[in-house]
């Protein structure tokens, strides 16, 4: 798994968060996954204030119906990149709506700290 340096243009139609809490406000013991597609910043101010959606904020709204829940703070959504796996963004949070209210979930854009990242994974 890499990190994508930049996602301003993400060429993967559908991206993959992974999740340890399916659809339900109760955390999981297995490792599931949910089927996810951007949106833009714009469109997420439909649902959340500017003070939540920076620019370094990356939204995604549900594919298949399944999306990040209370307790997947921290995971990541990857993206196929060719045959490779790309991280792109990072969990961050969630409707206070609950998880299986069908507003979109917000990430971290790994390319925002992606400097920050590189020089502090090594070593």
């Given at each position: 798994?890499?990190?994508?340096?930049?996602?301003?243009s993400?060429?993967?139609?559908?991206?993959?968060?992974?999740?340890?809490?399916?659809?339900?406000?109760?955390?999981?013991?297995?490792?599931?996954?949910?089927?996810?597609?951007?949106?833009?910043?714009?469109?997420c101010?439909?649902?959340?204030?500017?003070?939540?959606?920076?620019?370094?904020?990356?939204?995604?709204?549900?594919?298949?119906?399944?999306?990040?829940?209370?307790?997947?703070?921290?995971?990541?959504?990857?993206?196929?990149?060719g045959?490779?796996?790309?991280?792109?963004?990072?969990?961050?949070?969630?409707?206070?709506?609950?998880?299986?209210?069908?507003?979109?979930?917000?990430?971290?854009?790994?390319s925002?700290?992606?400097?920050?990242?590189?020089?502090?994974?090594?070593?």
């Open positions: 798994l890499s990190f994508a340096p930049d996602t301003n993400v060429s993967s139609p559908t991206l993959t968060v992974l999740s340890f809490a399916p659809d339900t406000n109760s955390v999981s013991s297995t490792l599931n996954y949910a089927d996810l597609k951007v949106i833009t910043n714009n469109e101010l439909r649902y959340y204030s500017p003070s939540i959606i920076l620019d370094s904020t990356l939204c995604c709204a549900t594919v298949s119906g399944g999306s990040t829940c209370n307790g997947d703070s921290g995971g990541p959504l990857i993206m196929r990149n045959g490779q796996l790309v991280q792109i963004g990072v969990v961050s949070f969630v409707s206070s709506k609950g998880c299986a209210s069908g507003y979109p979930a917000g990430y971290a854009r790994v925002s700290f992606y400097q920050w990242i590189m020089v502090n994974s090594r070593g």
